[in-house]
């Protein structure tokens, strides 16, 4: 790495020779240390798949219900033959609605079926008592990503006349005419206005403490006269509902304006053109590729996946859990499983000192936080349980007469069902948000519990191969990163339960608040080359990153083999990504994640030891003053 470089771009010095010579593959938006770990995993459950094939009678009764299903996906011959006919159970649903009342009459069935609704209904945990879950209630979504897309009148026209032509394309393969086809989009795209002014932008959502508005059932039916909601509440979960979390207050206020038998013509038509672009992916190839064509374009996207590999994610990604179990078992183990948990604890250790140490708590503050991180639960490799949901799954094959809209309508609704069960009972904090398979990992506020699947746990993140420095840097800042959830701006509103619980002094939340917003001002503004960055949208993340990076410092310098240069050169190599500029344009606006290149460089400008390490000075890009730094944990 050349001097210079460290000093001015470190993510750059890094990382130059593979942003040179990366290629984004033609069916991404972007490629990145995160993708190449799972392009990895990608080709080894495809291989894995084929061979399940040859030796179905040998596997587990679940997976050979992937792989019956597998068989179904991958058949584009009969996909091709069937048509559009498979759509007509859904479409024939919507075509007979005429009101409201109508609506009511079927609301339960679309919604287990998991059919596009203007609103609907959710079973989560009760932030007020993690120990329960109750019924959430919000709207659809908007066709653009964001609601900033429709404040610009000029990229608001561009994006609606890319999805207009889209749309056409797709509705026109369905079979509609074209007059049916200018009227369908036209009457879908009136309804999307009516939610763009009560629906939350992304900054919104990222403070997701506020989606928590707890209206009585007296209190939605006042506000909700043209739509019985709380008995399509108690229908889904077979019992009395007294409440429901509101997750967006200004869309259940216009409730009443907006869903009408007056606009129905215009919910119809928008329920119409939404199923027609959902359910896209399980007939044609021709369907499927034009279903897909809005969003390749908004990311940049230059091609649509593979026939083969769009075989495999349709049946994966109903298995996902099954397949990431054998896959956490087979290619990480128990030996490994219990090297990860041994260093996610001693993170978790460190923590706590720094807690302890820390110069702007009040003792009754870091009892509570420490407190909390001695209860945190702590998951790695793969789960100890899957959801039952999977041993009800049948897949009846096109030999009896079905196609993969009836296999997803079924399997849909058992999950459906399943999940409205749980209303009013204790959740399961075994169970897992995502499969074994998945690079990625995550903490839960409500459950106050850290996630890290097997699939994350490869090099550059971690390797045996990889000094403890590079593994710290890597896999060690990614824990410590998920540990730091729970006391970024939303966790930190948690208590050690898991509810919604003030547990901060009134002096303490406020000097927390202010931090937030040093660390928020820290990076508003900042440049990334295809946009300025949200500091507001990123400031969780950003908090993480930071303590994270901070913990894993502290831990690998309190090893006993610690290299600066190694621990520096893996957190930015761990960020490396190369994107299409539609793509990284998008996730500005969406994404609760800083860009990578900040993530590198601007954590590490924020860090004393990386300045002195290297010697940067005032005259250095990596510069930043010593006043400006934002140290939280």
Same mark, same amino acid.
């Given at each position: 790495m050349k001097k210079d470089q460290i000093k001015n771009n470190y993510y750059e010095a890094v990382n130059g020779e593979w942003l040179?010579?990366?290629?984004?593959?033609?069916?991404?938006?972007?490629?990145?240390?995160?993708?190449?770990?799972?392009?990895?995993?990608?080709?080894?459950?495809?291989?894995?798949?084929?061979?399940?094939?040859?030796?179905?009678s040998s596997l587990s009764k679940n997976l050979q219900k992937y792989i019956d299903l597998y068989q179904m996906t991958k058949d584009f011959e009969k996909r091709n033959?069937?048509?559009?006919?498979?759509?007509?159970?859904?479409?024939? !649903?919507? $075509?007979?609605?005429?009101? /409201?009342?109508?609506?009511?009459?079927? %609301?339960? &069935? #679309?919604?287990?079926?998991?059919?596009?609704?203007?609103?609907?209904?959710?079973?989560?945990?009760?932030?007020?008592?993690?120990?329960?879950?109750?019924?959430?209630?919000?709207?659809?979504?908007?066709?653009?990503?964001?609601?900033?897309?429709?404040?610009?009148?000029?990229?608001?026209?561009?994006?609606?006349?890319?999805?207009?032509?889209?749309?056409?394309?797709?509705?026109?393969?369905?079979?509609? !005419?074209? $007059?049916?086809?200018?009227? /369908?989009?036209?009457?879908?795209?009136? %309804?999307? &206005? #009516?939610l763009v002014p009560v629906t939350k932008s992304s900054v919104e959502k990222a403070d997701y403490v506020k989606m928590y508005n707890p209206l009585s059932k007296k209190e939605v039916q006042e506000l909700t006269n043209n739509f019985d909601l709380m008995a399509m509440a108690e229908a889904l979960v077979n019992e009395d509902v007294d409440q429901l979390i509101i997750t967006n207050l200004d869309f259940i206020k216009a409730f009443d304006d907006i869903i009408t038998d007056d606009n129905f013509s215009i919910i119809k038509a928008w329920m119409i053109l939404s199923n027609a672009i959902k359910f896209a992916s399980d007939l044609t190839d021709e369907i499927r590729?034009?279903?897909?064509?809005?969003?390749?374009?908004?990311?940049?996207?230059?091609?649509?996946?593979?026939?083969?590999?769009?075989?495999?994610?349709?049946?994966?990604?109903?298995?996902?859990?099954?397949?990431?179990?054998?896959?956490?078992?087979?290619?990480?183990?128990?030996?490994?499983?219990?090297?990860?948990?041994?260093?996610?604890?001693?993170?978790?250790?460190?923590?706590?000192?720094?807690?302890?140490?820390?110069?702007?708590?009040?003792?009754?503050?870091?009892?509570?936080?420490?407190?909390?991180?001695?209860?945190?639960?702590?998951?790695?490799?793969?789960?100890?349980?899957?959801?039952?949901?999977?041993?009800?799954?049948?897949?009846?094959?096109?030999?009896?007469?079905?196609?993969?809209?009836?296999?997803?309508?079924?399997?849909?609704?058992?999950?459906?069902?399943?999940?409205?069960?749980?209303y009013n009972k204790e959740p399961n904090r075994n169970l897992w948000g995502m499969p074994a398979s998945m690079v990625n990992?995550?903490?839960?506020?409500?459950?106050?519990?850290?996630?890290?699947?097997?699939?994350?746990?490869?090099?550059?993140?971690?390797?045996?191969?990889?000094?403890?420095?590079?593994?710290?840097?890597?896999?060690?800042a990614v824990m410590a990163h998920e540990i730091s959830h729970a006391f970024d701006n939303n966790g930190a509103k948690f208590d050690e339960t898991g509810s919604l619980n003030n547990w901060w002094t009134e002096a303490d939340l406020k000097a927390f608040n202010k931090k937030s917003k040093d660390m928020i001002d820290l990076f508003e503004g900042v440049e990334t080359g295809y946009g300025q960055c949200n500091g507001e949208l990123t400031v969780s993340e950003n908090i993480a990153d930071s303590g994270g990076l901070r913990c894993a410092l502290e831990a690998s310098k309190n090893s006993g083999h610690h290299n600066f240069e190694e621990f520096f050169q893996n957190w930015a190599r761990v960020w490396r990504n190369k994107s299409s500029i539609e793509y990284s344009q998008l996730l500005l606006k969406v994404d609760v994640h800083g860009p990578s290149i900040l993530r590198a460089n601007m954590q590490l400008s924020n860090l004393p030891e990386f300045q002195e390490f290297y010697e940067i000075s005032d005259k250095d890009n990596m510069y930043l003053p010593k006043e400006k730094m934002v140290s939280i944990w």
């Open positions: 040179e010579k990366a290629v984004i593959p033609g069916d991404q938006p972007s490629v990145s240390a995160f993708l190449e770990l799972h392009l990895g995993i990608e080709k080894t459950l495809m291989d894995l798949t084929s061979r399940w094939e040859k030796e179905k033959q069937l048509g559009t006919k498979p759509f007509d159970i859904v479409s024939k !649903k919507i $075509e007979k609605l005429n009101n /409201l009342k109508d609506l009511k009459d079927v %609301f339960k &069935e #679309l919604t287990l079926e998991d059919l596009e609704l203007p609103f609907g209904f959710m079973v989560m945990q009760d932030f007020m008592n993690s120990n329960n879950q109750i019924l959430y209630f919000g709207a659809a979504d908007l066709f653009l990503p964001d609601t900033s897309y429709y404040k610009d009148e000029k990229q608001k026209a561009q994006l609606i006349s890319l999805f207009t032509m889209t749309s056409k394309q797709l509705l026109a393969l369905y079979g509609y !005419k074209e $007059e049916t086809i200018d009227k /369908l989009i036209k009457d879908a795209l009136a %309804f999307d &206005e #009516l590729i034009a279903g897909g064509a809005f969003r390749r374009a908004l990311s940049g996207v230059k091609e649509a996946q593979s026939q083969e590999k769009y075989a495999f994610y349709q049946a994966y990604n109903r298995f996902g859990q099954v397949v990431g179990l054998h896959y956490g078992e087979t290619y990480f183990g128990p030996i490994a499983k219990k090297d990860v948990e041994v260093m996610v604890h001693e993170m978790i250790d460190v923590y706590q000192e720094r807690i302890k140490n820390n110069t702007w708590l009040n003792e009754e503050t870091k009892e509570k936080a420490v407190k909390k991180l001695s209860t945190l639960n702590v998951h790695v490799g793969y789960p100890d349980e899957l959801p039952p949901y999977f041993d009800q799954f049948k897949i009846k094959g096109y030999d009896n007469g079905s196609d993969l809209i009836q296999e997803r309508l079924a399997m849909t609704k058992i999950i459906n069902v399943y999940n409205f069960k749980q990992a995550y903490y839960s506020p409500t459950n106050n519990q850290i996630v890290f699947p097997a699939a994350i746990l490869q090099e550059p993140y971690y390797s045996l191969k990889q000094s403890k420095s590079e593994n710290y840097g890597g896999i060690g």
